[in-house]
């Protein structure tokens, strides 16, 4: 029966146990069973222990062992699936030329401000048809799930006027029914400043407030509002009012902060009590202190400053500090065209100190609690989706170490079998 599935004999079962965020240092406790099994029943975990006790308490409460699939993970370590909780995956063309410009010395920021960057993928997602960007966003969730990717956020942010943010956040409702990853709705109308409205950002703050944020809201077309709180872009400001406003009609609050400029959008973070603020590669350490007290999730996107050659964000101060990191892919046409989990873990080990238990936190119950879901996925606990990876290794230490290599054999989404390595190339 499918959503009825068993995996036992795991060389080590990585629970990542909570129903909150990790902060500070019980990121490093990963809740580790050894020899461990689950058991998930109509897509939820119902049984987590060491595989002896689970099948025995299994068969001693009645259990009928023919309703359920079997999956024998010895050799393999299993992790909860990954929550991939800052991406930018619905748009239209690609900035494959940009990236040329960028190698040649060209900014990200000097590009934008020519009106190329964001803009140029403004002009291709307008422009791109609602099945166009369909079927392109599903090939991305292939890859996405490939990595072992079982929920992912996604912005829009590519329309800047009314028709095209709702056309990307409807094409986000129907990746959702179409396909088994998770998509979270995240609307991002303040990403750049659109062409109609140069110099005039704060009537577009007006614009968004008034004209777009109620029917997205009121739809339920997305769950969050983010705002690009950047130098050039929109103020700490304008990013406040948009946020606060945004958040009187339900859609709880996001920021890229401080990213290419110290502007205070950590400290604008914590001053609302956004659910995460992230980049945050050029954030104050007073704004870092507020986070962590305000326990605002600290997004890390280690592949995007890989990209941009731009200094890493600081997370091994952010964790030493008390914050809840996560780690995303940030996967988008400019800043960071990439999807890989593997690629994102190696470059926070080796270049932001992070070891590897906490980035396996920071890529499981943190990225759930930067998405407002730790009661529901993100750790291998009893009462929650049975979204799970295996892995073709038997250590969760293999997730870092095997360098921009994926090491997830068999992905699991809500108990089904979604993904399997084995099967790629038949
Ligand atoms: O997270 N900084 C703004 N937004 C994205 C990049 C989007 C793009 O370049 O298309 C980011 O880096
Ligand atoms: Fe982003």
């Given at each position: 029966?499918?959503?009825?599935?068993?995996i036992?004999n795991?060389?080590?079962?990585?629970?990542?146990?909570?129903?909150?965020a990790?902060r500070?240092?019980?990121?490093?406790?990963?809740?580790?069973?050894?020899?461990?099994?689950?058991?998930?029943?109509?897509?939820?975990?119902?049984?987590?222990?060491?595989?002896a006790?689970?099948?025995?308490?299994?068969?001693?409460?009645?259990?009928?062992?023919s309703?359920?699939?079997?999956?024998?993970?010895?050799?393999?370590?299993?992790?909860?699936?990954?929550?991939?909780?800052?991406?930018?995956?619905?748009?239209?063309?690609?900035r494959?030329?940009?990236?040329?410009?960028?190698?040649?010395?060209?900014?990200?920021?000097?590009?934008?401000?020519?009106?190329?960057?964001?803009?140029?993928?403004?002009?291709?997602?307008?422009?791109?048809?609602f099945?166009?960007l369909?079927?392109?966003?599903?090939?991305?969730?292939?890859?996405?799930?490939?990595?072992?990717?079982?929920?992912?956020?996604?912005?829009?942010?590519?329309?800047?006027?009314?028709?095209?943010?709702?056309?990307?956040?409807?094409?986000?409702a129907?990746?959702?029914?179409?396909?088994?990853?998770?998509?979270?709705?995240?609307?991002?109308?303040?990403?750049?400043?659109?062409?109609?409205y140069?110099?005039?950002?704060?009537?577009?703050?007006?614009?968004?407030?008034?004209?777009?944020?109620?029917?997205?809201?009121?739809?339920?077309?997305?769950?969050?509002c983010?705002?690009?709180?950047?130098?050039?872009v929109?103020?700490?400001?304008?990013?406040?009012?948009?946020?606060?406003?945004?958040?009187?009609?339900?859609?709880?609050?996001?920021?890229?902060?401080?990213?290419?400029?110290?502007?205070?959008?950590?400290?604008?973070?914590?001053?609302?009590?956004?659910?995460?603020?992230?980049?945050?590669?050029?954030?104050?350490?007073?704004?870092?202190?507020?986070?962590?007290?305000?326990?605002?999730?600290?997004?890390?996107?280690?592949?995007?400053?890989?990209?941009?050659?731009?200094?890493?964000?600081?997370?091994?101060?952010?964790?030493?500090?008390?914050?809840?990191?996560?780690?995303?892919t940030?996967?988008?046409?400019g800043?960071?065209?990439?999807?890989?989990?593997?690629?994102?873990?190696?470059?926070?080990?080796?270049?932001?100190?992070?070891?590897?238990?906490e980035?396996?936190?920071?890529?499981?119950?943190?990225g759930?609690?930067?998405?407002?879901?730790?009661?529901?996925?993100?750790?291998?606990?009893?009462?929650?989706?049975?979204?799970?990876?295996?892995?073709?290794?038997?250590?969760?230490?293999?997730?870092?170490?095997?360098?921009?290599?994926?090491?997830?054999?068999?992905?699991?989404?809500?108990?089904?079998?979604?993904?399997?390595?084995?099967?790629?190339?038949?």
């Amino acid at each position: 029966m499918s959503g009825n599935l068993i995996i036992k004999n795991a060389s080590e079962l990585v629970t990542c146990s909570a129903f909150a965020a990790k902060r500070g240092r019980a990121m490093s406790n990963l809740g580790i069973i050894a020899d461990g099994a689950v058991v998930i029943e109509q897509g939820r975990i119902s049984r987590v222990g060491p595989t002896a006790e689970v099948m025995t308490d299994l068969e001693a409460s009645g259990g009928d062992l023919s309703l359920f699939e079997t999956i024998d993970a010895s050799g393999k370590a299993v992790l909860p699936g990954f929550v991939d909780s800052h991406t930018h995956l619905v748009f239209g063309g690609d900035r494959a030329e940009e990236y040329a410009w960028r190698l040649k010395g060209d900014s990200y920021m000097d590009i934008l401000q020519r009106g190329g960057g964001i803009l140029s993928t403004v002009a291709a997602t307008r422009s791109a048809s609602f099945q166009e960007l369909t079927d392109a966003g599903l090939k991305r969730l292939d890859s996405m799930l490939s990595f072992g990717v079982t929920t992912v956020e996604g912005k829009s942010g590519y329309g800047l006027d009314r028709a095209t943010e709702i056309k990307q956040l409807e094409v986000m409702a129907d990746l959702n029914r179409l396909h088994p990853l998770d998509v979270v709705p995240t609307f991002m109308g303040a990403h750049a400043v659109p062409p109609e409205y140069k110099g005039r950002e704060d009537d577009y703050i007006d614009f968004l407030l008034k004209e777009v944020v109620p029917e997205v809201a009121g739809r339920q077309l997305a769950e969050f509002c983010d705002v690009f709180c950047e130098k050039n872009v929109f103020s700490v400001e304008q990013s406040r009012r948009l946020l606060t406003g945004a958040a009187q009609s339900g859609l709880k609050p996001k920021l890229h902060a401080d990213e290419i400029v110290r502007l205070g959008g950590a400290e604008l973070g914590a001053e609302i009590g956004a659910v995460s603020a992230d980049h945050l590669l050029n954030a104050s350490d007073e704004g870092l202190r507020a986070m962590a007290t305000a326990g605002v999730v600290a997004t890390l996107l280690p592949a995007t400053a890989f990209s941009l050659r731009e200094p890493y964000a600081r997370g091994r101060f952010m964790i030493d500090a008390g914050c809840a990191v996560a780690l995303a892919t940030d996967f988008n046409p400019g800043s960071c065209f990439s999807e890989s989990v593997p690629l994102v873990a190696a470059l926070a080990a080796l270049y932001m100190n992070l070891s590897p238990e906490e980035i396996v936190t920071a890529l499981t119950i943190n990225g759930a609690a930067a998405l407002d879901r730790a009661q529901m996925i993100g750790s291998i606990d009893p009462g929650k989706q049975g979204d799970v990876v295996i892995l073709e290794n038997p250590s969760y230490r293999f997730i870092p170490y095997h360098l921009g290599v994926s090491t997830v054999e068999k992905v699991i989404k809500r108990g089904t079998l979604v993904f399997n390595k084995l099967d790629q190339g038949e």
